[in-house]
């Protein structure tokens, strides 16, 4: 049987390290293209989108619908890749510090 005691000891460290990674993750960021590179979209793994990079062709009024499309495009594939670098993130941190108890899943505590 588990000792109770020590493992709330581990929660608490668990928790404490999430924090710690939490707070790092500003640091961390991910980029998405779209239109074959014509829209670029950075963010960080705080998912605040920190830069957008549009070629100048795009700068017309005809284009407008067209590059809306792109920058939600390149957006959304930013804030997918950075999801799976927060996951890894989460998971080198965590690593060993919990019994494998089927079911117990601390990706939620992000």
Do not use: C, H, Y
């Not at 809306?68 to 060993?96: P, Q, R, S, Y």
Request: net charge negative; aromatic share 0%; no cysteine.
């Amino acid at each position: 049987m588990l000792d109770m005691m020590k493992m709330l000891g581990k929660v608490k460290e668990v928790q404490a390290k999430v924090k710690e990674v939490q707070e790092g993750l500003v640091n961390l960021t991910a980029s998405g293209e779209a239109g074959g590179g014509m829209v670029t979209a950075t963010v960080n793994g705080a998912r605040q989108v920190v830069d957008i990079q549009i070629d100048e062709a795009l700068f017309s009024p005809d284009d407008k619908d067209m590059l809306k499309d792109l920058i939600i495009a390149a957006t959304n594939k930013a804030l997918a890749e950075i999801e799976i670098i927060i996951k890894e993130e989460m998971k080198k941190t965590t690593e060993g510090m919990m019994p494998n108890i089927p079911g117990l899943d601390l990706s939620g505590m992000m």
